[in-house]
């Protein structure tokens, strides 16, 4: 387990370095000048060059990169150019925001998720089912930022039960969590109900029905726990997804969370924003999926790690 363990660890600050140098090409290839940007909102005319030669953007490439990698080795993001803020002190004011939103998402769409699929594999061919299965392609197929619009425009504007935008009440909560956690949801129950149904026709199964167990017995005590390995899989990836898909949530509904903050710092070409912001999602995402795989030997402890 511990040379597993070492071994991810390994693999995951190669994802980091490659993610790193990814964001750091593409932020700086893109076309726009932040200085630019930045004097052309405060409305002054300074000497654009110096104001460069001070944040050194002046120099080469690999030069700026080796700046920022070894800055954040110390734990130093920088600055933001735009607010002049530490980038850490930028996205963990944030981030509050969008884990409250991931989280929410996460835990409605498990538990909405796993019913629906194990309601649709007891009754499999049934009129549950097909309801279940079309409600879960017609949830996948839908995009985040129409339906987050069309439950607004329900929910808020024609019925007045729901606040419009915001994040400060439990009220706000609902609409975006609802909007963000339909594709996973959608995605476990299709899930749930595919692995359940493979399980239920094990011969350990059989074997309980044939002792005289009930079948409400074997199904939670023997064929749930086996069914939820890849459903574990999938929730793990999905809480990473939920992060950077909060995105657009984050901006039909106004939430200032990190998914919006780094939408700002890209359009303003914010680069030590959208490099930091970038790199402690990445950082979150590969220790999600860490404790995913880890997960597994609880589930099922015949998985041995080496």
Request: net charge positive; proline share 4%; glycine share 6%.
């Amino acid at each position: 387990m511990t040379a597993y363990i070492v071994r991810r660890l390994l693999v995951s600050v190669l994802v980091l370095f490659a993610s790193s140098v990814a964001v750091f090409s593409m932020i700086h290839l893109a076309p726009g000048d932040p200085v630019e940007m930045l004097t052309f909102e405060s409305g002054q005319i300074t000497d654009l060059d110096a104001i460069r030669e001070r944040l050194g953007l002046n120099d080469p490439l690999p030069v700026q990169y080796f700046r920022f990698a070894t800055r954040a080795l110390r734990g130093d993001l920088g600055h933001s150019i735009r607010s002049n803020r530490p980038v850490t002190e930028e996205f963990f004011s944030r981030l509050p925001n969008t884990l409250k939103l991931a989280v929410a998402s996460l835990i409605l769409a498990i538990i909405v998720g796993m019913l629906a699929g194990i309601a649709s594999a007891v009754w499999a061919n049934s009129l549950i089912d097909y309801v279940v299965m079309f409600s879960s392609v017609f949830g996948i197929s839908m995009p985040v930022f129409w339906l987050g619009l069309m439950l607004m425009l329900l929910f808020s504007l024609r019925l007045g039960w729901l606040p419009v935008s915001g994040f400060s009440t439990w009220k706000h909560m609902i609409l975006p969590t609802i909007t963000l956690s339909t594709i996973s949801m959608a995605s476990i129950a299709r899930l749930m109900r595919s692995s359940l149904l493979e399980v239920l026709q094990e011969d350990y199964i059989r074997t309980a029905k044939a002792k005289g167990l009930a079948y409400w017995s074997v199904l939670f005590r023997h064929a749930l726990r086996n069914s939820l390995i890849p459903v574990v899989t999938v929730a793990g990836l999905q809480l990473g997804m939920l992060l950077g898909g909060a995105v657009l949530t984050e901006m039909v509904f106004a939430i200032p969370g990190v998914g919006r903050l780094v939408v700002d710092a890209i359009l303003t070409r914010d680069f030590p924003l959208v490099q930091g912001s970038v790199l402690f999602l990445a950082t979150g995402f590969v220790l999600v999926n860490l404790l995913v795989d880890l997960s597994y030997f609880y589930l099922d402890p015949r998985i041995q790690y080496t």
